[in-house]
């Protein structure tokens, strides 16, 4: 008995033992396995550098962005992929805003690389009234950190920054950049042995011109069918660019505008905050003007898209790489009836670019006197003007780009008008197969 109680005396050490060595293993393995997810999210976390906050939700990505991703569409490098995981971020400022109003129009703002416009813009908007009611959609036609640090002071709305990541911008080696055997201006393809199709007047494309027009046409099927903020939006949605002066009473004037549309003029496919002509500043009438659609601060909704949507094809064939002149002389047409704009007699909107494309980007070559714009703000312009029991007054036959205009080139690259139809792909991958 006693060597038996001894025995078992001894054996009740070594088993408090090896439960000690047991529990130091498993504390070592622990920390170890912690220290390993800690190094995963921090390189995670370090691999979407480009304009990101800490506390923004990465993760959101897939959850925001309904996305297809197509053979058809080019490979990407690195910067395009990063750009278009930001495209998933939640909008900024939803602490400062976490609701937006009731029928609220989503304005978008598309830029390049023009920050002394950009600052004009921005500034306008910041005293818009309303503003704070809705979202602001700002984007970009490449990466520039310059533009990132204008938008990152918006403090007056919630914001949400969005990239094309099909940019030419981004491509420096290969397309929809410039690749090391484009054929060039008027580079015989046969001799020179190049690659590239010209447009109607004998000249290969340039990546900066064309930018132009696929930029256009990924926005607008980002924001309308991908984005989950929008692709739910059955109502108006406002685009400006950045070089729009946005008057105090524009969001106001235009929410009264989409109200009376369908009543005073249920022709007009939109509605718009400054005439056609944009040397124009409305006739001053007390009554509303139904016209020909203007690309100063112009929005519809989203049965207007879709017969955009629809015209795809006509889009992107057409030798032209301006967006606007595109839809004028071709899509607009093929509607079969006057694309009518509703807007007030007095403008709410300005473009003040003096110099178009892609320039203004630096100091000294910035199209803007001594860095300043001065836009005379008059007292009506500070409040809504527009009374609802006016008349429509509608402009017939008015001059401008028409059905029968064969463009001005720059848009005769098989490779731009695929690229092109791959964007109307995108989020309507089965619908819209027919189109490739």
């Given amino acids: 008995m006693v060597s038996s109680s001894i025995m078992a005396a001894s054996k009740k050490p070594r088993l408090r033992l090896r439960d000690v060595a047991l529990c130091r293993l498993l504390s070592v393995v622990f920390v170890t396995l912690c220290g390993v997810l800690l190094l995963i999210f921090l390189l995670a976390s370090n691999s979407i550098p480009i304009g990101t906050n800490e506390d923004e939700n990465v993760g959101a990505y897939h959850r925001d962005l309904k996305f297809e991703k197509l053979q058809d569409l080019p490979l990407q490098n690195d910067l395009s992929l990063r750009l278009e995981k930001l495209n998933g971020l939640p909008p900024r400022n939803l602490d400062l805003y976490p609701r937006l109003a009731k029928d609220h129009i989503v304005i978008v703002l598309y830029v390049h690389n023009r920050p002394q416009y950009l600052n004009v813009v921005v500034e306008s908007l910041s005293k818009v009234l309303g503003i704070s009611e809705t979202l602001l959609i700002v984007s970009h036609d490449g990466y520039f950190e310059e533009m990132n640090k204008i938008i990152d002071g918006i403090k007056f709305c919630q914001v949400k920054q969005i990239y094309a990541p099909y940019s030419p911008h981004l491509f420096s080696d290969s397309f929809p950049g410039v690749s090391a055997n484009d054929c060039k201006d008027k580079d015989d393809t046969g001799e020179k042995h190049c690659v590239g199709n010209p447009d109607q007047y004998g000249n290969h494309r340039s990546p900066k011109i064309v930018s132009l027009k696929h930029h256009w046409w990924w926005m607008m099927n980002t924001v309308w069918d991908g984005l989950r903020e929008t692709r739910g939006h059955s109502g108006h949605i406002l685009f400006i660019e950045e070089d729009h002066f946005i008057f105090p009473n524009a969001y106001r004037n235009l929410q009264v505008l989409t109200s009376l549309k369908p009543k005073k003029c249920p022709d007009c496919y939109a509605a718009n905050l400054a005439p056609s002509d944009v040397n124009s500043r409305g006739e001053g009438w007390s009554i509303l003007i139904a016209e020909r659609m203007g690309n100063v601060g112009y929005s519809f909704n989203r049965t207007v898209w879709k017969k955009i949507h629809n015209k795809a094809r006509e889009f992107c064939v057409f030798d032209d ?101 791959s964007f109307a792909n995108m989020y309507n991958a089965t619908s819209n197969a027919s189109l490739l």
């Fill in 321 to 421: 790489y301006n967006w606007d002149i595109t839809m004028w002389a071709t899509v607009y047409p093929s509607f079969g009836s006057p694309v009518y704009s509703l807007r007030g007699p007095r403008t709410s909107a300005v473009h003040f670019g003096k110099c178009g494309l892609h320039q203004g980007q630096g100091e000294n070559k910035a199209c803007i006197d001594n860095g300043m714009v001065n836009i005379n703000v008059e007292e009506p312009d500070t409040a809504s003007n527009i009374q609802l029991d006016w008349d429509v007054h509608t402009y017939k036959n008015q001059p401008g780009y028409k059905a029968g205009f064969k463009g001005w080139g720059g848009w005769g690259d098989d490779r731009d008008r695929h690229l092109c139809l």
